[in-house]
């Protein structure tokens, strides 16, 4: 990608190119299409979609790693059946559903950054439940008996004591919520049809149309999309890679 983003389209098209050197390429991205707007919604809504989805992950996977209830044995399991269904399934309805509340309440759900953020936030929610359950379970629940008999509530227990022993895997679960969130194009392309709210893969989608294909401008837009996510995924790697096994086994 990196090297086609260097590449005149005929040189891309024909294959027929020398030492990549036409950095123009990153210039005339900018002008072809306002990529900074997109840029900035994305980080508006994957950024809030993060707080949100992480918020109630946490709370929710320490509820069910420490709490028995009727079925908590088979909730972990009913958690990972929702990522079995294709997204696409939900698109008709979810959109139908938006339409009715918009007509209904008077609530603009379609074509805003909290439309997006309530329906990334419900798709990733779940995964992230699983993942820090496994993570909180991983923690002895001593600690926190120790904290309430020096007089600690539960509450109090759990963000003086767990929270901090949990950072890792909250960081962790937090770059997963960031990351796809940050590459979804479906519900962006569907939910989205204003360039004020719309994503950067929706952006990116310009360059291809029905009468030209800009793929140099479409690999250096790529090239532009990865390089925050990567900055951040190796500025957090060492969070990100323990937080996802520290919770595997138990004890």
């Not at 260097?6 to 891309?12: A, F, P, V, W």
């Not at 059946?81 to 309440?105: E, N």
């Not at 960031?178 to 360059?207: C, H, K, N, Q």
Request: glycine share 8%.
């Amino acid at each position: 990608m990196v090297v086609s983003s260097l590449l005149t389209q005929g040189e891309i098209v024909t294959g027929d190119y020398g030492i990549p050197m036409h950095f123009e390429n990153y210039i005339e991205m900018w002008r072809r299409v306002n990529f900074f707007q997109y840029f900035r919604n994305s980080f508006i809504i994957c950024s809030a979609t993060t707080a949100v989805a992480l918020s109630i992950a946490t709370l929710a996977g320490y509820a069910v790693s420490r709490f028995k209830f009727p079925g908590s044995n088979i909730f972990g399991a009913t958690v990972l059946a929702t990522q079995m269904v294709p997204g696409i399934m939900f698109l008709l309805p979810l959109y139908l559903m938006f339409i009715k509340i918009q007509d209904t309440f008077e609530i603009q759900l379609i074509n805003t950054y909290q439309g997006v953020v309530i329906v990334y936030s419900a798709f990733f929610i779940p995964f992230s439940i699983w993942i820090l359950r496994g993570f909180f379970a991983s923690i002895p629940t001593e600690l926190e008996e120790a904290a309430i008999i020096d007089g600690c509530s539960r509450f109090g227990a759990f963000v003086r004591i767990i929270l901090p022993i949990a950072k890792v895997g909250i960081i962790a679960t937090g770059i997963y919520i960031f990351l796809m969130a940050w590459d979804e194009l479906l519900f962006a392309w569907v939910l989205t049809t204003s360039a004020d709210v719309a994503t950067i893969p929706v952006g990116i989608r310009l360059y291809v149309g029905n009468y030209q294909n800009r793929y140099d401008l479409l690999m250096a837009a790529g090239c532009v999309t990865t390089l925050p996510v990567s900055i951040i995924f190796f500025g957090l790697q060492k969070y990100f890679v323990t937080g996802m096994t520290a919770g595997a086994v138990k004890g």
